[in-house]
């Protein structure tokens, strides 16, 4: 049974109390920090016998162990032996769960990038203990709240993980709605939006649809075909998530100096590394297969970035800057005309 939301926040201050490493609370205390959280939503204070029954509560349903040593002292102090515990407050039904495990799914996926460090922590809290619903967070991540696409994550995850076969509604950019039956392999994110990477039926090549483009999608009973390629390599040579099939090649970069030092720290790719470098530029070297991804990016720096070579990838740059200062030029005729 789920616990009485007044009951669930005593729990949670208790909680919050005990495992505070830097200070040691004594009935008194942890009644007035109770007290202050109930008030915080209009409900009336609690006595200490009714804490004392929370304590013994969280101690022998929920095998919460106090420091005896510090319970026995005059002025009968609180805190934990340890922090590796876990505090089932909630039975979660069957959806619950899975949602649960979905997420744990996808957090773990960090595992080796800089950010796991913070995933860890987060897992350790879902596996051992209770959010502070009062903290303010501390840490922030960019994200699009308003992004559509993600009420499809959930859902494409699971046909991915249990190998089903998609017949999928989507609306290419610009374009009239197609249908087709895909396999799911892979979702991956690239500049706020995800994407979902698979096979269309009858092809050979992978495909990537963006989520926001997809209309809806059902299971289709025909046999799944499994992924011929490790996604874990897949986009080693590409920036973003288009994957052309050409091979990868030297795109070599004039940058300015004052910009390079942001890119020396955050490289363009994994492969960069830098060819001459002055007090007023630097040369870098990448090697990728050249698509629209590597052109936005580098189109994103303005004049700090120029493309030497190859010729043809500096033409088709050139092109879109030529074309983007017509515009402009455009623009200052017509207003003083």
């Not at 909630?90 to 990038?113: H, P, S």
């Not at 690239?190 to 649809?209: C, E, P, S, V």
Request: net charge negative; aromatic share 12%; with cysteine.
């Amino acid at each position: 049974m789920p616990v009485d939301k007044q009951v669930l926040l005593r729990y949670q201050i208790l909680n919050k109390c005990f495992r505070n490493r830097y200070r040691e609370y004594t009935i008194d205390d942890l009644v007035d920090e109770c007290n202050k959280a109930l008030r915080r939503i209009d409900k009336p204070d609690v006595s200490k016998r009714t804490i004392q029954n929370d304590i013994n509560t969280l101690e022998a349903d929920y095998h919460i162990t106090l420091n005896e040593n510090l319970r026995q002292g005059r002025k009968r102090l609180y805190r934990y032996t340890d922090t590796n515990y876990m505090l089932p407050l909630y039975r979660m039904n069957d959806t619950e769960r899975n949602k649960i495990e979905d997420a744990i799914y996808v957090l773990r996926q960090f595992e080796g990038e800089p950010l796991y460090d913070w995933v860890r922590t987060i897992l350790m809290q879902i596996e051992g203990g209770l959010f502070d619903g009062e903290s303010s967070p501390v840490v922030s991540f960019q994200t699009n709240l308003d992004y559509t696409g993600l009420s499809h994550f959930s859902k494409l995850l699971q046909a991915i993980q249990t190998k089903r076969v998609l017949k999928l509604r989507y609306t290419p950019y610009g374009k009239s709605q197609i249908t087709t039956t895909i396999y799911p392999y892979h979702l991956k994110e690239y500049n706020d939006r995800w994407y979902l990477i698979a096979q269309a039926k009858g092809f050979d090549t992978y495909a990537h649809y963006a989520l926001d483009r997809i209309d809806d999608f059902e299971e289709v009973a025909i046999p799944y075909k499994d992924a011929d390629i490790e996604f874990d390599d897949y986009f080693d040579d590409v920036i973003g998530v288009t994957v052309p099939e050409t091979d990868s090649e030297d795109v070599v970069l004039r940058i300015s100096k004052p910009r390079f030092e942001y890119i020396r720290t955050k490289p363009l790719h994994l492969t960069q590394h830098t060819v001459e470098e002055n007090d007023y530029f630097a040369v870098i070297n990448i090697n990728v297969k050249i698509n629209k991804e590597l052109e936005s990016l580098v189109l994103s720096f303005g004049n700090d970035i120029e493309v030497l070579s190859p010729d043809y990838f500096r033409q088709q740059v050139s092109t879109k800057i030529r074309s983007m200062n017509q515009k402009y030029l455009s623009d200052e005729e017509n207003l003083h005309s």
